[in-house]
């Protein structure tokens, strides 16, 4: 067991359940006693777990006006000191949160049986201990030798190896301002399940590019052979797979009337024979263009909507890529959306790619995975629907996906434009920095670990720092984020460089 630290004293009505004081001992072996470590007191009820949430230093000397005013006033402060030794008054105070109680297997404090809550105090004159780096780690749920090293544990310095299991099946968000680290913390986690041991069993991981900015990997000598980048300049939606309410999806405005006509259509050219169950957008707008019977206002809408479509260039006679061959396990697909502007376009894409990764999840065609969507509150908005085409399926996904080993990673700058819904199902966050008093509200109204506490604490995060809160852990805990493995080549690239190195081009 740790040395102790301190004793338990009554204080301002504490201890009570949820919390207790104690007197901070003076050491010799040089171990500073801050807020955020976790400690130890013995209790009726078990081994109690807290954390300092706060330390007081305090000085009854100094605690009266009229002595102040004496101690300033005098001439030679040396004499005063003499008589009234105010250093000698002097005591620190820790306030500790109480978490949990323990209990250990056969009495040999390694192995924690079981963890309750609290419902009797502490108890006063009671010593209180650093927590042991083992104990620790079974109360907070870490797993020391198959976890994802993120970082370590701050102030403790404890090594944060998360749970793989325990983060990707319930779904997770990484949310933080712009510049805040999310990048960062995204590509440290790609890492970790990409370097994992594969006899731990690894999923299959896919990820939304938006802006480029994982490109790199591809060039990692190390993990050249596990990443693989898909650009969507040739990325095609396979018109046979689509039903005419999938057209309705994507073009909402057409209407119930000219679905059913369009589903004749496309009905007809899935029976012609000689297509081989082959066609474009392009032969469903010439198939009906021909047809000389039906509305002509029907036709004309629907031949409106179709060109529409067919001018986005994503539809065509088969899948590309054909997405059961590229999702393995111990590998990453990246599509890169870097240099397409349009939302809905990528809209589109998102839309498509979810719904096909969740049909073969379903239907045990590709193995697990986990699909990371960077800028996510442009794809899942807490908007309408009808302007949000890959809204559904994201929803969907976050509610129903835990069931088939289809995990989900949304990444987000506006945690207030992202959709409550969603936001509700995902059951672990990873927080860096957020000011924007709106989106820290919202996370509080979507998330019942999120207290106005900890929001507050959220918004002095600093660079390279998160709170990891919900399902991957049984405590909130504050990380110290870890540096990259592999570095990018504009990691550090600053708007000095980047004038200095450009060139106008003719």
């Known amino acids: 067991m740790p040395s102790k630290i301190g004793t338990i004293f009554n204080f301002n009505q504490l201890p009570d359940v949820s919390k207790f004081p104690f007197v901070i001992s003076k050491r010799r072996d040089k171990i500073l006693v801050k807020k955020g470590l976790f400690v130890y007191t013995k209790s009726n009820e078990g081994y109690l777990i807290g954390v300092i949430e706060q330390i007081l230093l305090l000085n009854e000397y100094f605690s009266d006006a009229l002595t102040i005013k004496s101690y300033n006033s005098n001439t030679n402060p040396n004499i005063l000191k003499g008589l009234f030794p105010s250093d000698d008054f002097e005591f620190a105070t820790a306030i500790v949160k109480c978490l949990g109680i323990i209990q250990f297997k056969n009495g040999d404090n390694k192995e924690i049986k079981a963890i309750k809550r609290m419902s009797y105090p502490a108890n006063p004159g009671a010593d209180v201990h650093l927590l042991d780096e083992n104990v620790f780690n079974q109360f907070i749920g870490l797993d020391i030798k198959r976890g994802l090293y993120l970082g370590n544990i701050k102030v403790s310095n404890f090594e944060a190896k998360i749970n793989m299991d325990r983060l990707l099946n319930k779904h997770f968000a990484i949310l933080s301002i712009s510049g805040g680290g999310k990048s960062y913390l995204t590509s440290i986690l790609i890492e970790e399940l990409l370097t994992r041991d594969t006899s731990y069993g690894n999923p299959a991981i896919i990820l939304i590019d938006v802006h480029g900015e994982y490109l790199y990997l591809k060039d990692v000598p190390k993990l050249q052979d596990k990443v693989a980048i898909q650009d969507i300049s040739y990325f095609q939606i396979a018109v046979p797979n689509l039903s005419a309410w999938t057209f309705r999806k994507y073009q909402d405005q057409i209407s119930n009337v000219q679905v059913r ?213 049984n405590y909130p805990i504050f990380i110290d984020i870890r540096e990259r493995n592999f570095k990018s080549k504009i990691e550090n690239l600053s708007l000095t460089d980047v004038c200095l190195k450009w060139e106008k081009t003719s």
């Not at 088939?404 to 434009?417: E, N, T, V």
């Not at 660079?463 to 399902?471: F, K, P, S």
């Open 261 to 473: 006509e369009l589903s004749k259509y496309i009905q007809k050219l899935k029976n012609d024979k000689g297509r081989k169950g082959k066609f474009t957008l392009q032969d469903i707008i010439d198939s009906i263009e021909n047809e000389s019977e039906g509305s002509k206002s029907t036709k004309q809408a629907l031949i409106g909507w179709l060109s529409d479509l067919h001018r986005l260039t994503l539809f065509g006679p088969q899948e590309n890529p054909f997405i059961a061959n590229i999702v393995n396990q111990n590998q990453i697909t990246i599509f890169n959306l870097a240099n397409e502007i349009s939302i809905r376009k990528k809209q589109i894409i998102v839309d498509y790619l979810c719904n096909r990764l969740f049909y073969l999840r379903r239907t045990e065609n590709i193995p697990p995975f986990l699909l990371i969507l960077e800028e996510a509150h442009q794809f899942c908005p807490e908007a309408a629907h009808s302007k949000a085409i890959s809204k559904s399926i994201i929803e969907t996904i976050a509610r129903e996906g835990r069931k088939f080993m289809a995990c989900l990673c949304l990444i987000s700058q506006r945690p207030k434009k992202l959709s409550a819904t969603v936001l509700s199902q995902l059951n672990s966050k990873m927080v860096l920095n957020i000011k924007n008093p709106y989106d820290l509200k919202h996370l509080m109204d979507s998330s019942e670990a999120i207290s106005k506490e900890y929001a507050d604490m959220i918004s002095s995060l600093g660079v390279g720092e998160m709170l990891l809160i919900g399902n991957a852990v």
